[in-house]
């Protein structure tokens, strides 16, 4: 019989599984439990997991249909699916587009019309300081605005791009290979969203890749 996973709360939006081995085969049960924690839990953590890119890859597809990274240079030569957050180039030498990528509060990919579930990160080896991956629940940042506030952003449809926001431009555009098309559109999603599950609203804004809202006559500041 497969062990019922054990969720031990972390803070007030994250949890950790403990019991569970993502290099196995995860069965229907073992799952469901997972999928609910998530559910509740913006973020979980598995804690002691050493999964080559093929068993991360396998995971991720039992959440939905796993997409390839937009930064062609940073996926795994085997599987496109998985890509490499580093600050180290294939020779050794210092990347300094790694250094400061994905440095700026965002959510991942919410220019696309379909947006992602979700976002999955490994950690194999960090800096001895200043490595740490900070996370922010969307759901409390809601819940503790004022209430006109509130009513008026319920409204609001957010403009994302792909490197559009007021921090999106200060980190892109550095000459890496984006696998970009040429004709995408911006894309509008409400400022405000419900949980698919939960029902629970949510602040669907970033300053990477939201740079207005429709209706809202805002200057666009120059592409650096």
């Keep these: 019989m497969t062990a019922v996973p054990v969720l031990r709360p972390l803070s007030p939006f994250g949890a950790e599984i403990l019991g569970v081995d993502l290099s ?8 469901h439990r997972i999928e609910t924690a998530f559910a509740e839990h913006a973020v979980l953590v598995f804690r002691n997991q ?3 890119a093929a068993e991360l890859a396998a995971f991720g597809s039992l959440f939905g249909q796993v997409q390839p990274h937009l930064l062609k240079d940073y996926r795994h030569p085997e599987h496109a699916a998985v890509s490499f957050i580093t600050n180290v180039k294939p020779d050794g030498s210092l990347d300094e587009f790694g250094v400061k990528r994905a440095s700026s509060w965002h959510s991942d990919e919410t220019w ?11 950690a194999l080896e960090l800096p001895a300081e200043k490595g740490g991956t900070m996370f922010a629940d969307m759901r409390a940042a809601y819940d503790a605005l004022p209430d006109e506030l509130k009513t008026k952003l319920d409204g609001m449809i957010g403009l994302h791009g792909r490197a559009d926001g007021p921090d999106g431009l200060k980190l892109y555009g550095q000459g890496e290979t984006w696998d970009r098309r040429p004709d995408d559109p911006e894309t509008g999603h409400p400022a ?3 949980h698919p599950f939960t029902g629970r609203k949510v602040l669907f804004v970033n300053p990477t890749h939201t740079h207005g809202f429709v209706g809202v006559d805002q200057k666009k500041p120059p592409p650096i």
């Excluded at 196995?24 to 799952?31: G, K, L, P, R």
């Excluded at 696309?112 to 490994?122: G, V």
Aim: with cysteine.
């Design 50 to 52: 050493r999964l080559c």
């Design 112 to 122: 696309e019309q379909n947006l992602p579930r979700l976002a999955m990160l490994h």
């Design 192 to 194: 405000v969203r419900r």
């Design 24 to 31: 196995t085969a995860i069965d229907n049960a073992v799952f």
